[in-house]
């Protein structure tokens, strides 16, 4: 399974001047890997570019009603503080996703580093907009780099 299965890893905020050239680039990768047999994508469920992957595959899924989307939460009221416009696509991309698992019961710093890892462990490509050296994103693709995953970095 590990081998059909991609990950994605991002800030929380996508610049507003950015965020239609990182979309269909999305698009144009997880339909590319679709094609190559990637059945499996996962996505963390966070604001912003977490959201928008996911979004991107259901949209391919559409033309390749074979790849899953599985969610990966770190806890169950991960979105319980965003904004509505968030909330309204968490839920909307929680009830269309194939599977959906919560990493831990409730809220902790530790949730979300499991999250990731899990991503990580349970992927052989990891997807990213990664921006910057330091923060959640860089830790996460720095394990996908050190377990072997090929990354795509879109940023």
Request: proline share 5%; glycine share 6%.
């Amino acid at each position: 399974m590990k081998k059909s299965s991609c990950c994605f890893s991002g800030h929380r905020i996508i610049p507003p001047t950015k965020y239609e050239v990182i979309k269909h680039k999305l698009l144009y990768e997880i339909e590319k890997l679709a094609k190559l047999g990637v059945h499996s994508f996962k996505s963390g469920g966070a604001m912003g570019f977490d959201l928008l992957a996911a979004e991107c595959v259901l949209e391919i899924k559409k033309h390749f009603p074979e790849i899953k989307l599985i969610m990966v939460y770190p806890f169950p009221e991960q979105a319980k503080l965003w904004n509505d416009s968030y909330i309204k696509k968490y839920n909307y991309i929680k009830a269309h996703c194939d599977e959906f698992v919560y990493v831990n019961p409730c809220y902790s710093k530790a949730a979300i580093f499991k999250r990731n890892r899990l991503l990580v462990n349970e992927s052989n490509y990891c997807i990213c907009y990664l921006t910057k050296p330091n923060g959640g994103t860089a830790y996460t693709v720095k394990e996908a780099y050190e377990n072997g995953l090929s990354i795509i970095n879109l940023a």
